[in-house]
């Protein structure tokens, strides 16, 4: 059974860091493409960063040069590191996975590219 579990949410200072995990089981961690997505209330889940099983990584308009994907292959765990942080992050944080055959008809921030998800991990900003 595939897992995904996201951790390190919490309430951060504007201008602040936050590093998100997601721990993956029941499959093959380094052969998947892995994501992250976020909601913010009232908002579509929108592409954070995304991170290929070739370790090529895309990223959002809106956290380029602020966030990093990375991923360790031996422990199976899926990374975002976030800085410089502001209210407009604020957003319940999800880890996705695509185990699909069609994956590749989706950019790698297209929501249908995945059909693993994690239950999402809180991230407030605010002073």
């Known amino acids: 059974e595939v897992q995904l579990v996201e951790s390190g949410g919490g309430l951060v200072q504007p201008g602040g860091s936050l590093r998100l995990s997601c721990a993956a089981s029941?499959?093959?961690?380094?052969?998947?493409?892995m994501s992250w997505f976020r909601q913010a209330p009232g908002k579509e889940r929108e592409g954070v960063a995304a991170?290929?099983?070739?370790?090529?990584?895309t990223y959002a308009d809106s956290v380029k040069g602020r966030f990093t994907v990375s991923k360790d292959n031996a422990k199976n765990t899926l990374y975002l590191q976030m800085n410089r942080m502001s209210p407009e992050d604020t957003a319940m944080y999800y880890c996705a996975a695509e185990g699909t055959t069609y994956g590749h008809l989706y950019g790698p921030l297209q929501e249908p590219k995945y059909n693993y998800w994690g239950q999402g991990t809180q991230v407030t900003v605010s002073s």
């Open positions: 991170i290929d099983a070739g370790d090529r990584s």
């Open positions: 029941g499959f093959t961690f380094s052969s998947f493409d």
